[in-house]
């Protein structure tokens, strides 16, 4: 019977100290392709029932394009970018030079956009996870989900019954010319893995070495 989780403020202190590391190296690579400065703030950390994670990611469905990448291996969960017609047309302007930008149907170009800042953060973001938990763990290429993001998601919400998501909630903010972008990204693991991150934190002496210490 897997035990239920439990996380104390300085553990989600940790895990949130984690993230910010693996997220600042993926703003300088995110950077690269913006063309100018980024940002990300620190996450946000919920504990919530698949139900309320299914609702909530539904909403942003009609709206919203959503980029898919599974992170797998020791750890398993996915993160989702969320990109609004207002996104697509900045980041257009911005990386791909676009300057009529026609809402709704996204060219192959802007598909490949959106693809390939996904697969930047994501890929950033578990490298420095892996570094730093030292767990054998990779992100798996993104894609744009074309069915219910519920059934896309099937992986790792159908497969693990006791399934409880922790969700971090992380904007990603960049600016060009003064005027800003931010782009929601919700990451999140099943219990199993939360429960593998707070046996690497637990076990670690504190004060004696830092965790978050990476070369």
């Not at 403020?9 to 997220?23: F, S, T, V």
């Not at 003064?178 to 504190?206: G, W």
């Amino acid at each position: 019977m897997m035990m239920e989780p439990h996380i104390t403020e300085l553990e989600r202190d940790i895990i949130k100290e984690i993230l910010n590391i693996g997220l600042a190296r993926a703003a300088d690579s995110f950077a690269a392709i913006a063309k100018d400065r980024v940002l990300l703030k620190v996450p946000d950390i919920t504990l919530i029932e698949v139900k309320d994670l299914l609702s909530l990611v539904s909403r942003y469905e009609d709206t919203h394009i959503i980029i898919q990448s599974d992170v797998k291996g020791e750890f398993n969960g996915a993160t989702l970018m969320l990109f609004s017609d207002d996104h697509i047309a900045r980041l257009s302007e911005i990386c791909l030079s676009m300057l009529e930008v026609q809402k709704g149907e996204l060219t192959v170009m802007q598909e490949s956009l959106l693809l390939e800042i996904s697969n930047i953060i994501t890929g950033a973001l578990v490298t420095q996870l892996a570094n730093i938990l030292k767990a054998n763990i990779y992100g798996s290429p993104p894609k744009a989900p074309k069915s219910h993001i519920a059934d896309s998601l099937k992986g790792i919400l159908v497969q693990h019954p006791l399934f409880q998501p922790l969700v971090f909630t992380v904007i990603t903010q960049f600016t060009h010319n003064s005027k800003s972008v931010e782009l929601p990204l919700l990451l999140f693991f099943d219990t199993n893995t939360l429960l593998k991150m707070l046996d690497t934190i637990r076990t670690f002496e504190l004060g004696k070495n830092n965790l978050t210490e990476t070369d």
